[in-house]
C-alpha cells in the first residue's frame, strides 16, 4: 500500500456499521519494519512543513486534529514525530487532563472551545471534549460533578451528547476549521507490554502512574465507548481514523499521511500582491540599493 493510500484504509466517514473488531491494532498493510517505513515517513514530514507554511501565509483555513486513545498509545509520540517539521508559531497543543472547578461550571464543550486553532493554524487536542463520551461514561461518578440539572440527565444523554458534538463539528467546517480525528487503536497485550517497559527501564520510570493500571481494569468498558462514540459521531466533514498503534512507527506514518493528504485537498498557495503593493515592493528595492 502506498502511503498516499494510508489515508483512505483507515478512514471513517460513515460509522453505522462500524464495530472495532474489525480493525486490527498490529496491522501494517506492507511495511515490514520501521527502517522500510522511516523515508516515507521522512518525506512526508518535509511535505507537511512545506503545506503548513502555505496554510500560515494564507490565513484562510485552521486545521484542528484530536487525537484519542487509551493509555500507552503513543500520542505524544506521534505528536511529537509528525509535527517536528512544523514552525511553532502556527501549531499549537493542548493537552486535557481532568476539569478544573471553573471548567466544571460551564457546558462540556466551553473548555476545548477558548483553545481552537485561528485561521492559518494547526491545533492538536491531546484528548478532547470526547472524554465527555468516554472517561465520564466508564466513570459516571464522574457526571455527578459537572451539575448538569436532574431533569436533562435522561436515558439519551450520551445520544444528545453526540448530536451536541456532530452540530459543533459541522458548525466549525462550515467556517472554516478542518477538523480530522484519530484514535490510536492498541491492543491490550500491547499496553501490557508498554506499562511493563515503564516499570522495568528507569528513564521510562516518569512516564508510569498507578492511574494507569486501575483505567486498565475498564478495558471492555472503554473499548464499547469508543466504539459507539466513533459509530455515532463519524462525519464526512469531520472523519474518524482507527489507526493501528502497536507498531509506534506505523501510526507516525499514517498520521503524517492524513494531515498531509488534508492539507493538499485545501489547495493552498501563497498570497499574490496586488499591483499597488507591486509597484510597492519595487519602490522599496530601489531604496535599498542606493542605501
Not at 150 to 177: P, V, Y
Not at 181 to 209: G, I, M, T, V, Y
Request: aromatic share 12%.
Amino acid at each position: 500500500m502506498k502511503p498516499e493510500k494510508l489515508a483512505e484504509a483507515y478512514r471513517i466517514d460513515h460509522g453505522k456499521n462500524f464495530k472495532l473488531k474489525d480493525y486490527d491494532p498490529a496491522h501494517t498493510a506492507h511495511w515490514r519494519s520501521k527502517e522500510h517505513a522511516q523515508e516515507a515517513l521522512q518525506q512526508g514530514i518535509v511535505r507537511l512543513a512545506e503545506l503548513q507554511d502555505k496554510l500560515y501565509a494564507q490565513d484562510r483555513w485552521a486545521v484542528l486534529l484530536i487525537f484519542q486513545a487509551m493509555d500507552a498509545a503513543g500520542k505524544d509520540g506521534a505528536i511529537k514525530h509528525v509535527m517536528s517539521g512544523v514552525n511553532p508559531q502556527g501549531c499549537q497543543v493542548y493537552s486535557f487532563k481532568a476539569p478544573s472547578e471553573k471548567e466544571l461550571q460551564h457546558d462540556f464543550l466551553w473548555r476545548t472551545t477558548c483553545d481552537l486553532p485561528e485561521r492559518g493554524h494547526i491545533g492538536i487536542f491531546n484528548r478532547s471534549y470526547y472524554e465527555e463520551v468516554l472517561v465520564v461514561r466508564v466513570h459516571p461518578e464522574f457526571f455527578e460533578n459537572e451539575r448538569v440539572p436532574s431533569s436533562l440527565c435522561g436515558k439519551k444523554l450520551w445520544q444528545e451528547r453526540f448530536e451536541d458534538i456532530h452540530a459543533f463539528e459541522h458548525h466549525m467546517a462550515r467556517n472554516g476549521t478542518v477538523i480530522r480525528k484519530f484514535f490510536l487503536h492498541l491492543s491490550k497485550k500491547e499496553q501490557k507490554r508498554r506499562f511493563l517497559a515503564r516499570l522495568d527501564e528507569p528513564e521510562k520510570n516518569w512516564k508510569f502512574s498507578a492511574a494507569d493500571i486501575h483505567e486498565r481494569q475498564y478495558w471492555d468498558d472503554y473499548q464499547k465507548a469508543y466504539e459507539d462514540m466513533i459509530r455515532n459521531t463519524s462525519s464526512k466533514h469531520a472523519p474518524w481514523y482507527v489507526v493501528p498503534a502497536d507498531n509506534k512507527w506505523f501510526t507516525r506514518l499514517v498520521v503524517a499521511e492524513v494531515v498531509v493528504q488534508t492539507l493538499e485537498s485545501l489547495n493552498l498557495s501563497y498570497p499574490k500582491v496586488d499591483e499597488a503593493k507591486l509597484k510597492e515592493l519595487q519602490a522599496a528595492k530601489k531604496l535599498l540599493i542606493k542605501a
